[in-house]
Antibody
Framework: QVQLQESGPGLVKPSETLSLTCTVSGGSISSYYWSWIRQPPGKGLEWIGYIYYSGSTNYNPSLKSRVTISVDTSKNQFSLKLSSVTAADTAVYYC???????????????????WGQGTLVTVSS | NFMLTQPHSVSESPGKTVTISCTRS????????VQWYQQRPGSAPTTVIYEDNQRPSGVPDRFSGSIDSSSNSASLTISGLKTEDEADYYCQSYDSSNLEVFGGGTKLTVL
């Protein structure tokens, strides 16, 4: 059974870059899409982006200028970098496997399963 | 881009049936699959419905999903409510501008 675990600093200073890694265990990272989703304290879920194991990416337009998602198949890991953070980026960050939804072979979205347990990242000086 | 609007909260008694709605602001609800996630307090979300009405293995058949083109909305119905169903529920769908959209979430209280 595939399990995901987020890791990285829990505190980041304003204007710096948030960096998180998701380690996949119990299965290969290959042949799947992988995603990052965040949830500010007491608020709802926001999709950040996803990456295919081959390296192709899709990002939320509202974050696209600051986000980079990368994959390391040799380590069975994928990573998130979010630059120029502010207090508004304080959130629990989840990694998840993104299951493709296909319509006549065309990718028409994804659903997220399973999810990691999440990690709280606070942006503060 | 469209929005998915959910009621802020719903409540119902154990053993009863509750339905949570998810209304799409523009475009047809039927044009993209809808998923539903359950998030218990302090835990990560888990999938209860994908592709409008499919249940992942391990999700009890008390959970069901549907879409209604007349109201342009999706619904999650939970029958035989149990106290363990008390959680936040989120709908999610895809915008053809390559954007995954979540609803604002609904807090289900089982009292």
């Amino acid at each position: 059974q595939v399990q995901l675990q987020e890791s990285g600093p829990g505190l980041v200073k304003p204007s710096e870059t948030l960096s998180l890694t998701c380690t996949v265990s119990g299965g290969s990272i290959s042949s799947y899409y992988w995603s990052w989703i965040r949830q500010p304290p007491g608020k709802g879920l926001e999709w950040i982006g996803y990456i295919y194991y081959s390296g192709s990416t899709n990002y939320n337009p509202s974050l696209k200028s600051r986000v980079t998602i990368s994959v390391d198949t040799s380590k069975n890991q994928f990573s998130l970098k979010l630059s120029s953070v502010t207090a508004a980026d304080t959130a629990v960050y989840y990694c998840a496997r993104a299951q493709p939804l296909l319509w006549f072979g065309e990718l028409m979205g994804v659903w997220f399963d399973p999810w990691g347990q999440g990690t709280l990242v606070t942006v503060s000086s | 881009n469209f929005m998915l609007t959910q009621p802020h909260s719903v409540s119902e008694s154990p053993g009863k049936t509750v339905t949570i709605s998810c209304t799409r602001s523009s475009g047809s609800i039927a044009s993209n699959y809808v998923q539903w996630y359950q998030q218990r307090p302090g835990s990560a979300p888990t999938t209860v419905i994908y592709e409008d009405n499919q249940r992942p293995s391990g999700v009890p058949d008390r959970f069901s999903g549907s879409i209604d083109s007349s109201s342009n909305s999706a619904s999650l119905t939970i029958s035989g409510l149990k106290t363990e169903d008390e959680a936040d529920y989120y709908c999610q769908s895809y915008d053809s501008s390559n954007l995954e959209v979540f609803g604002g979430g609904t807090k289900l209280t089982v009292l």
